[in-house]
């Protein structure tokens, strides 16, 4: 498998590249977040889950409040090199709401 650099990967207008976090010991996803060049070299230094925040325009590492830390197990990205699958060891809960997972709704 060919291994690329972060600044290979597809960044969208704003710079930014969608992550889907993901358990990497049961494959539920936990949650999906955005990052750019710099949160994921930031990421991929320290072993934890950077990202960028769109609304504060500022980075956070997940857990550096609530203590519900991401470990990085993996990094991959899609086909079209415009995507990123993280799988990690989740600590507590992954969703500001509480929940595990941010994807515990369903459509009816």
């Not at 358990?23 to 539920?28: I, K, L, M, N, V």
């Not at 996803?29 to 955005?34: G, P, Q």
């Amino acid at each position: 498998m060919k291994k690329i650099a972060p600044k290979d990967l597809k960044y969208d207008k704003y710079g930014l590249i969608p992550a889907i976090i993901q358990d990497f010991r049961t494959g539920e996803v936990l949650m999906l977040a955005y990052m750019n060049k710099e949160s994921l070299r930031r990421t991929l230094k320290s072993g934890k889950a950077c990202f960028w925040s769109r609304s504060r325009k500022e980075y956070w590492v997940k857990g550096a409040t609530s203590g519900n830390f991401q470990f990085v197990k993996s990094v991959a990205y899609d086909c079209d090199l415009d995507a990123l699958l993280i799988k990690v060891r989740q600590i507590g809960v992954a969703c500001h709401t509480g929940n595990r997972s941010c994807f515990y709704r369903r459509i009816k």
